[in-house]
């Protein structure tokens, strides 16, 4: 028992490492303190408050009053996925340890994150009212310039925070921009705190989440919605608009000793989490699509 608690112990400090490497989102996880458990285990409460502007000041009454309301939003979480890997413990020795050790750090980085990243970034671009052009081919570094420019006017003139804005965007494009290396390009790069390139491979509007026992699904993981995704050119985010929670991400290790089954390692992982958009804060999202 003492030395599957303490591989549990070693690989879980892994997974953590793997995920703050790996995990393009990873910088929009947001202030739990802000938010407070609801009356159901799925569900946090966030709160929204509504002011009013301001009145004309009289010198005989003085001031208009004002009302200040304060509302708790119910927010659902909705990400819950899972996997379950056996690995005999004959296989697993006679690889030095090798199938089960790099089993974990293998599928958080090639199959967790990937996905993750994917869901939000869809699920972002699903929000009504966010800034977002029509679909648009971005041929060339001038298109993309042009594109990103009309983009921070958009979040200016929606009177978005202009510090914390992260861009991301496709490899291929952000290597358009940087190949003409003018004054205005990085001009441009510059008014965003951080720019991150996506692969193409994660950066969908929609996408379809294999359940892993449909016939055809059986591989799990993702695929881009064949009827209504669209490849990302680019997406700004400003971290403040989005709620982006993962309340649980844990393996779990059982020994073959422990396993009454078969003589074999147990490899369980879950995460579960959320992924949304504050109400008032839809214009902190910038959504730049292909056509």
Known sequence: MANTIALAKKYTALLDEVYQLAALTADLESDSTLTREGANANEIVIPKMTLQGL????????????????EWETVTFNFDRGRKFTVDAMDNEETVNLAFGRLAGEFLRTKVVPELDAFRFATYAAVPNILTPAGATLADGAAVLA???????????????????????????????????????????SRFSKVKQVPQTRF??????????????EAGGFIKNAATGKDINFMI??????????????????????NQDADAWIYNYRSYGLADVYDNKVKGIYLHKKA
């Open 55 to 70: 009145a004309n000041y009289s010198r005989s009454s003085g001031y208009v009053s004002g009302d200040m309301t304060l």
């Open 204 to 217: 969908y509007t929609a996408i379809t989440q294999y359940d892993g026992t449909t016939d055809g699904q």
């Open 147 to 189: 594109a990103l420019r009309v983009a921070t006017s958009a979040q200016d003139e929606g009177e978005v925070g202009t510090e914390g804005r992260i861009l991301y965007i496709t490899p291929t494009l952000l290597g358009l921009v940087q190949d003409l290396d003018t004054t205005k390009s990085r001009e441009v790069l």
């Open 237 to 258: 985010i400003h971290p403040s608009a989005v709620l982006q929670f993962t309340k649980q991400a844990v393996p779990k290790i059982f020994s073959p000793d422990q």
